[in-house]
């Protein structure tokens, strides 16, 4: 048997520390269809998940492949998929399935430049609001933001863990940057790995009695091979499973409570990294815009402009709405980078509440890294 | 013998018209589901072939052999 | 005495009355499916039922007291091939209806029998949308009206079994509800054979078809697949215009061939 946790420090792409870091979270079942730029994520499964008693499979498009991830989760195996924006177009009715029926997974999307087939090899941030909303219905999402190839390890293991502990399908939102950039990658020692398991019923749980679905506290999950007889279905259902397409009453307590259990706990789920404290600006960034976010910060610091402060979103969903909130209490002026139109700026308008004045920053080129001069520029031009 | 679960019956008549040897009958009653269930009017001529339950969509009728007594 | 239906067993408690319209042959294959499980003496608990969106999607959901993984329309195959890759062990079957199987779900159909996976799927075709209101669908016989078909339908219908065999299935099989007892016979044989099985079964569609095409009723239905059918043995001898509107049953194919999930144990195994 090979190792599923490579410990050792490497010089790796993005993608590969991605696969490795499912690995290391512990996933055994890889369904995918390849897709530039994150082929380099299933190339990579295809070879490992057979030497860690996992299985990868190539299914004929990636509306089977999320099938075929929801299905292999509910035999108990942590499962995974990694796609680009096209791919995630087509899932996004299964996806809507997997957080309907409560099924731990991982979605990895590459995103590349868009829309449509768009430019395979450049990183765009285009897919983040279809990260949010892409599938019908009224839901929540999880979604996470790495920068660099180390992230791309140590967000995956988190996106497994989230997953598991909410029941939930949790999207790792990588970019063409930082799944094809090479960088140094520590891979720690297992014992200092946190993995997280889904709850299961407890063994001879009496079948028809397990509340298995629903629950804002998570249920636990009856997965299938145990006896426990378990109906799972994406049409409306109660806390037992059982359908209900008849009543209103019905719809709404399984939306809500579906809802809840996301919302309630968003608390916990957010993650954000600031060093905001005294400051009079904001950048506000994700994903690869964060490296630029850096950069300019240092340039600003050389130069002794130290009321420039980062703010960062490690989990773009569920948004950090409170936390920008208090940020725009203290702060003069909200500097928000994206490699796009404009994704979650309105969602920090609206937390800033007028409080802050907000600015929209793309870089000059989309679909490129910002410039940091013109980062640096900008600033200087809220504070002369 | 045959027994049919007048309350699972949906009133199709696959299985009346199916038995070859017309032991069913559609009866006038309703029954729960508002539909008028089959009804066994000539039990002696029942080959037990199994027809009408192997048919019935529903699990409405069971057809056993009857026990030996004794 | 009273007697219980020996395969009320296998019936969800609270599901015992189902969903479908009085006649609805989509019964009488649950029934057939039950029935091989309990012949075979097989424990419905090493089971994983997996189905579409449609009226046939709820033949095992929640009809059947085991686990059952409800879907969406067309992707039954592609979630039953991820339960199969995970849980080799488990025996999976799809039943769905023709519609989700054929077309929406089609492309999972032919590369389900082209990889050959240890899975088997039972097909209700009763020619229609059913759930939906009586649209045409693949499977539509050529002419009939439907409610989107006024003028009649112009497409040929697909030959299921056909495709399947053509894509590698190991075992594929053609009833109707009136062939209950064949159909019974290869539900059995498909759950025991290595590989990808297949089973079309024509199923009377007494509301959605039936009514509004004017075919009939139920008992009409079932009446029209006992004259129209013929076997597997009998068309052989006969010509194509014979066999015109002609439905051929009874099993087309059954041969051996590598399974998916016991190929990839093998690569598996290099590693050990
Ligand atoms: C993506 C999607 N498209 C359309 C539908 C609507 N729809 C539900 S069932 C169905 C057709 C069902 O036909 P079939 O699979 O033949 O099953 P039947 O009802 O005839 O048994 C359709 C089109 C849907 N639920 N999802
Ligand atoms: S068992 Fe056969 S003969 Fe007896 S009632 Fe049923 S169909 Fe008729
Ligand atoms: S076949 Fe079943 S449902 Fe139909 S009339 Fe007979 S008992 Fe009733
Ligand atoms: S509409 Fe047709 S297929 Fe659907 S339950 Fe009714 S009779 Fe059966
Ligand atoms: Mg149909």
């Known amino acids: ?384 | ?70 | 005495m009273k007697l219980v239906h020996p395969l009320m067993k296998y019936v969800r408690p609270g599901a015992i009355s189902t969903a479908t319209c009085a006649g609805c042959g989509d019964g009488i294959m649950a029934q057939a499916v039950l029935r091989a499980i309990d012949e075979l003496e097989l424990n419905i608990d090493d089971f994983v039922f997996v189905s579409g969106i449609g009226c046939a999607g709820w033949i095992p959901s929640p009809f059947f007291n085991a686990d059952t993984l409800h879907t969406t329309h067309g992707r039954p195959i592609a979630f039953a091939s991820g339960v199969k890759l995970a849980r080799p062990d488990r025996k999976v079957v799809v039943i769905s209806g023709d519609g989700d199987l054929a077309a929406i779900g089609g492309n999972h159909l032919i590369h389900a029998a082209r990889r050959n996976i240890g899975m088997t799927v039972i097909c209700a075709n009763n020619g229609i949308y059913g759930m939906t209101g009586g649209q045409v669908a693949p499977t539509t016989p050529l002419g009939l009206k439907t409610t989107t078909t006024p003028y009649g339908n112009v497409e040929r219908a697909f030959d299921l079994c056909a495709l399947v065999e053509a894509a590698g299935a190991s075992y594929v099989a053609r009833w109707t509800t009136y062939h209950a007892r064949g159909l019974t016979r290869s539900v059995k044989k498909a759950l025991t054979k290595r590989g990808f099985s297949f089973i079309e079964v024509l199923s009377q569609c007494p509301v959605q078809y039936g009514r509004r095409t004017g075919v009939g009723n139920a008992v009409a239905m079932m009446k029209g697949y006992k004259e129209n059918s013929l076997s597997v043995k009998k068309a052989a001898s006969l010509n194509e215009e014979e066999l015109k509107n002609k439905i051929i049953v009874g099993e087309l194919v059954d041969k051996d061939s590598p399974e998916l999930t016991e190929e990839i144990e093998k690569v598996r195994r290099i590693h050990e």
Request: a negative charge.
């Open chain 1, 1 to 384: 048997m090979g190792k599923e946790i490579l410990t050792g420090v490497y010089f790796m792409q993005g993608d590969i520390a991605c696969a490795e870091g499912a690995l290391a979270a512990g996933c055994k079942f890889f369904g995918g269809y390849p897709i530039t730029p994150a082929s380099e994520i299933a190339e990579r499964m295809a070879e490992r998940l057979p030497q860690v008693g996992g299985v990868y499979i190539q299914m004929e498009d990636e509306l089977a492949s999320i099938a075929a991830v929801v299905g292999s989760s509910w035999t108990g195996a942590k499962s995974m998929t990694a796609t680009s924006g096209p791919g995630i177009s087509l899932m996004q009715e299964n996806i809507g399935y997997a957080v309907a029926t409560e099924t731990p997974c991982v979605l990895i999307n590459v995103q590349r430049g868009g829309p449509s087939t768009g430019i395979p090899s450049i990183h765009l941030q285009g897919d983040i609001i279809q990260a949010r909303r892409g599938s019908h219905g009224e839901y929540k999402i999880i979604a996470l933001a790495p920068a660099s190839a180390q992230e791309m390890f140590d967000f995956t293991i988190d996106a497994f863990n989230l997953a598991e502990k909410y029941r939930t399908a949790v999207f790792v939102l990588a970019d063409a940057f930082v799944g094809h950039t090479r960088e140094e990658v520590i891979i720690p020692e297992p014992e200092e790995i946190y993995r997280v398991q889904r709850k299961l019923p407890e063994a001879g749980s009496s079948e028809g009695k397990i509340r298995g679905f629903l629950d804002e506290d998570i249920a636990p999950m009856p997965i299938f091979g145990h006896g426990f007889k378990t109906h799972v279905t994406g049409s409306c259902h109660n806390d037992f499973g059982q359908r209900n397409v008849i009543d209103a009453e019905a719809l709404d307590y399984y939306i809500k409570r579906l809802n809840n259990k996301i919302s309630k706990r968003a608390h916990e789920i957010i993650s954000v990294s600031q060093d905001m404290d005294g400051k009079e600006v904001a950048l506000i960034s994700y994903g690869s815009c964060y490296r630029a976010a850096r950069e300019a910060l240092n340039i600003l610091e050389d130069e002794g402009m130290r009321q420039v402060g980062s703010f960062r979103l490690i989990t773009v969903w569920p948004f950090p709405r409170v936390q920008i909130q208090e940020l725009a209490r203290k702060v003069k002026s909200i500097i928000v980078l994206e490699n796009n139109l404009g994704q979650i700026t309105p969602y920090v308008e609206a937390a800033a509440g007028g409080q802050a004045e907000v600015i929209f920053l793309p870089p000059r080129v989309l679909g490129t890294l910002h410039d940091p001069h013109a980062i640096v520029d900008k600033v200087k031009e809220v504070i002369p």
């Open chain 2, 1 to 70: 013998m045959i027994e049919i679960d007048e309350d699972l019956c949906k009133g199709c008549e696959i299985c009346v018209a199916f038995c070859a040897k017309d032991v069913l009958e559609m009866s006038d009653k309703f029954n729960k589901k508002g539909v008028h269930p089959p009804l066994v009017v000539r039990e002696e001529d029942c080959n037990l072939c199994g027809n009408c339950m192997l048919y019935c969509p529903d699990l409405a009728i069971v057809v056993a052999e009857e026990e030996e007594s004794g």
